[in-house]
C-alpha cells in the first residue's frame, strides 16, 4: 500500500513519468525593441491580448527602444533561455541592424529562434500638409527643385525607416534630402504634424493611418506590393511614380537560442492558434498590417539577400 501511495505521488516513478513543470508558471516578458505607440508595439500588444488567455498566464510588454532596436534585441540575446524572455523582432533587427553595423552586438542566427512570424507593416511616405503637396510625383518635383533644402525624419538612425528614406532618395532619381533622426515614430510623426520636419518615412499602422485620415499628415505612398486593405484609397509608391520602392516590415516573436524546446512548442502553437483567430486577423488589418503567411525561413533567406543588394546600392552604413 506504502509503495503504491509513493507510487501514486510520483516519489518513486521514473523521471520520464514524472510530471513536467507547468509552463508558463510566472508572466512572460515580451520585450520590444522599439518606443510605445509604434507599429511593433501594437503588434506585440494585440498578440499578447490574445495568447495570454491560451497561455493561462500574463504576458508583460516591455518597451526598451535605442540603437535601431538593438539595445533591446542584446538584452534579450543575452537572457537566459528559460521561455520567460521574448523579442519581437522585426527587419531592422534581425536584418538592416546585423548588415549595417561593424560591431553588431548580437547575431540573428546563433542567438534566437523563431517562434513564429506575426505580420508585415509596410512603410510609407508622409508629407506635411503644409507643403501643399497632393501626390509623391509632386513632392518629388519640389524636393527636386529645391536640393539640399528638405529633410527627412525617420524612427532613428540604422532602422528600417531610415532605410525606406535612402532608398527614396535612391529609386525617385538622387533626391537631395537630410536625415533627422528620431527615437522612434511617433516622435517622428509629432513633429511633423507640428510643422518642424516636413517629409517622415514611417512604418504603416493604425496611428499613422488616423494621422492621415485627420488631415494631419498625408501618406503619398505606400511602399508595399499592393495597397492595403485598411486604406485601399492610397497608392503604392510604385504606382505613384517611384519604381522598386517597395518596404515591407516583418514583426515577428524570437526567443533565446537555448529556450527549452518544450517552451519553444507551447509558444508556436499559441502563436499558430492567434494568427487563426478572425478577430486577430481583423485587428491587424485594422493596423495597418496583413498577416504574414507562407514559408518563415525561405521568406526569411529571400529578404537577407534583397536588402543586402539594397544596402550595398545606397551605400547604407551604421558607424
Given at each position: 500500500?506504502?509503495?503504491?501511495?509513493?507510487?501514486?505521488?510520483?516519489?518513486?516513478?521514473?523521471?520520464?513519468?514524472?510530471?513536467?513543470?507547468?509552463?508558463?508558471?510566472?508572466?512572460?516578458?515580451?520585450?520590444?525593441?522599439?518606443?510605445?505607440?509604434?507599429?511593433?508595439?501594437?503588434?506585440?500588444?494585440?498578440?499578447?491580448?490574445?495568447?495570454?488567455?491560451?497561455?493561462?498566464?500574463?504576458?508583460?510588454?516591455?518597451?526598451?527602444?535605442?540603437?535601431?532596436?538593438?539595445?533591446?534585441?542584446?538584452?534579450?540575446?543575452?537572457?537566459?533561455?528559460?521561455?520567460?524572455?521574448?523579442?519581437?523582432?522585426?527587419?531592422?533587427?534581425?536584418?538592416?541592424?546585423?548588415?549595417?553595423?561593424?560591431?553588431?552586438?548580437?547575431?540573428?542566427?546563433?542567438?534566437?529562434?523563431?517562434?513564429?512570424?506575426?505580420?508585415?507593416?509596410?512603410?510609407?511616405?508622409?508629407?506635411?500638409?503644409?507643403?501643399?503637396v497632393s501626390t509623391l510625383q509632386e513632392l518629388v518635383a519640389l524636393?527636386?527643385?529645391?536640393?539640399?533644402?528638405?529633410?527627412?525624419?525617420?524612427?532613428?538612425?540604422?532602422?528600417?525607416?531610415?532605410?525606406?528614406?535612402?532608398?527614396f532618395k535612391l529609386q525617385a532619381g538622387?533626391?537631395?534630402?537630410?536625415?533627422?533622426?528620431?527615437?522612434?515614430?511617433?516622435?517622428?510623426?509629432?513633429?511633423?504634424?507640428?510643422?518642424?520636419?516636413?517629409?517622415?518615412?514611417?512604418?504603416?499602422?493604425?496611428?499613422?493611418?488616423?494621422?492621415?485620415?485627420?488631415?494631419?499628415?498625408?501618406?503619398?505612398?505606400?511602399?508595399?506590393?499592393?495597397?492595403?486593405?485598411?486604406?485601399?484609397?492610397?497608392?503604392?509608391?510604385?504606382?505613384?511614380?517611384?519604381?522598386?520602392?517597395?518596404?515591407?516590415?516583418?514583426?515577428?516573436?524570437?526567443?533565446?537560442?537555448?529556450?527549452?524546446?518544450?517552451?519553444?512548442?507551447?509558444?508556436?502553437?499559441?502563436?499558430?492558434?492567434?494568427?487563426?483567430?478572425?478577430?486577430?486577423?481583423?485587428?491587424?488589418?485594422?493596423?495597418?498590417?496583413?498577416?504574414?503567411?507562407?514559408?518563415?525561413?525561405?521568406?526569411?533567406?529571400?529578404?537577407?539577400?534583397?536588402?543586402?543588394?539594397?544596402?550595398?546600392?545606397?551605400?547604407?552604413?551604421?558607424?
Amino acid at each position: 500500500m506504502k509503495r503504491r501511495a509513493f507510487l501514486a505521488a510520483g516519489l518513486l516513478a521514473p523521471w520520464g513519468l514524472r510530471a513536467q513543470p507547468r509552463y508558463p508558471e510566472r508572466p512572460i516578458r515580451l520585450v520590444v525593441p522599439f518606443a510605445p505607440g509604434g507599429d511593433g508595439d501594437i503588434i506585440a500588444r494585440l498578440w499578447t491580448r490574445y495568447a495570454t488567455p491560451l497561455l493561462g498566464g500574463a504576458v508583460v510588454v516591455e518597451n526598451k527602444a535605442g540603437a535601431g532596436g538593438a539595445i533591446g534585441a542584446a538584452e534579450v540575446a543575452r537572457a537566459r533561455g528559460d521561455g520567460y524572455t521574448l523579442l519581437l523582432g522585426t527587419t531592422t533587427t534581425q536584418i538592416i541592424n546585423p548588415a549595417t553595423q561593424d560591431t553588431a552586438p548580437y547575431d540573428p542566427i546563433r542567438d534566437f529562434v523563431l517562434i513564429g512570424m506575426l505580420s508585415m507593416n509596410p512603410t510609407c511616405i508622409i508629407a506635411s500638409p503644409a507643403l501643399g503637396v497632393s501626390t509623391l510625383q509632386e513632392l518629388v518635383a519640389l524636393i527636386r527643385a529645391n536640393p539640399g533644402k528638405y529633410a527627412y525624419g525617420s524612427a532613428g538612425p540604422g532602422t528600417i525607416t531610415n532605410l525606406t528614406g535612402e532608398l527614396f532618395k535612391l529609386q525617385a532619381g538622387g533626391l537631395q534630402m537630410q536625415h533627422v533622426p528620431y527615437k522612434g515614430g511617433a516622435p517622428a510623426m509629432q513633429d511633423l504634424i507640428a510643422g518642424h520636419i516636413p517629409v517622415i518615412t514611417p512604418i504603416v499602422s493604425s496611428a499613422v493611418l488616423a494621422q492621415h485620415r485627420a488631415g494631419k499628415a498625408k501618406i503619398l505612398g505606400i511602399n508595399s506590393t499592393a495597397r492595403l486593405k485598411a486604406a485601399p484609397e492610397i497608392p503604392t509608391s510604385v504606382e505613384a511614380g517611384v519604381p522598386e520602392m517597395r518596404v515591407q516590415v516583418f514583426n515577428a516573436l524570437f526567443a533565446p537560442h537555448d529556450t527549452p524546446s518544450a517552451a519553444i512548442g507551447t509558444l508556436k502553437s499559441v502563436t499558430a492558434r492567434v494568427k487563426s483567430d478572425a478577430a486577430f486577423l481583423a485587428d491587424l488589418e485594422k493596423a495597418g498590417a496583413e498577416p504574414f503567411t507562407g514559408d518563415e525561413a525561405g521568406f526569411m533567406a529571400d529578404e537577407v539577400r534583397r536588402w543586402s543588394a539594397i544596402i550595398k546600392a545606397t551605400g547604407f552604413r551604421i558607424q
